[in-house]
């Protein structure tokens, strides 16, 4: 069965420490994985997908089949970057059903 | 302005009385998706729509209905909603399939009493 795992309901970070958001998956074929974020009063929106392999806001994501993760990391934390973030997984080839983690809100310190 | 609208934006109903959230894209997208968020479960999908007349069910599709007779619109019906339905209601659109940018309404709020 398909499984999304945010193991940290809430991270908190200084400013400039590096950031890392952890996702785990589990899925028996081949994955799309994403990241969608949602800040405060905006809409909910993608950050990234695997397939893309580019970074945005200074995120990047690099799939790791051998540990199932998709760990979204920021060398340096920013304070707009304090939002929800969900990981998401669809597989290739199947149905077009997505699963979302459960999330995990960022907060940046000061 | 390319967008996800969804109406009503906020309801409060009673339990057994039937409602229609509505949704519509401008974008021309042919997949449309409905999810709920609910605290500490995340997004989780209920229905999904690869094109016209092709529905499909999501994850917790239970007591949830839709239709897709247009490309543009894609309502969730509750046909005798409970209380456990009360929760924060998304629907979104992408181009070709979900592993393309799904673009998000702005949600629906429902209370049921």
């Known amino acids: 069965a398909q499984r999304v795992t945010q193991p940290e309901k809430l991270l908190s970070v200084f400013k400039g420490a590096p950031v890392e958001l952890k996702c785990n998956y589990s899925y028996s074929g081949s994955p799309e994985l994403f990241w969608y974020v949602q800040y405060s009063r905006q809409r909910l929106q993608l950050l990234l997908r695997h397939i893309s392999r580019e970074s945005i806001k200074g995120f990047t994501a690099d799939l790791n089949k051998g540990e199932t993760s998709f760990h979204l990391k920021k060398p340096f934390a920013q304070e707009e970057d304090s939002a929800m973030y969900y990981c998401a997984l669809s597989g290739r080839g199947g149905d077009d059903k997505i699963i979302f983690g459960k999330g995990t809100r960022l907060h940046i310190l000061p | 302005e390319a967008q996800v609208t969804q109406n009503p934006r906020y309801l409060i109903t009673v339990t057994g009385k039937k409602l229609t959230v509505t949704c519509s894209q401008n974008m021309n997208h042919e997949y449309m998706s409905w999810y709920r968020q609910d605290p500490g479960l995340g997004l989780r999908q209920i229905y999904y729509?690869?094109?016209?007349?092709?529905?499909d069910k999501g994850d917790v599709p239970e007591g949830y209905k839709v239709s897709r007779k247009e490309k543009r619109n894609f309502p969730l019906i509750l046909e005798s909603p409970s209380p456990n339905q009360t929760s924060l209601y998304f629907c979104?659109?992408?181009?070709?399939?979900?592993?393309?940018?799904?673009?998000f309404g702005p949600g629906t709020r429902l209370t049921v009493l």
């Open positions: 729509s690869m094109n016209v007349e092709v529905t």
């Open positions: 979104a659109s992408s181009f070709g399939g979900v592993y393309n940018e799904q673009f």
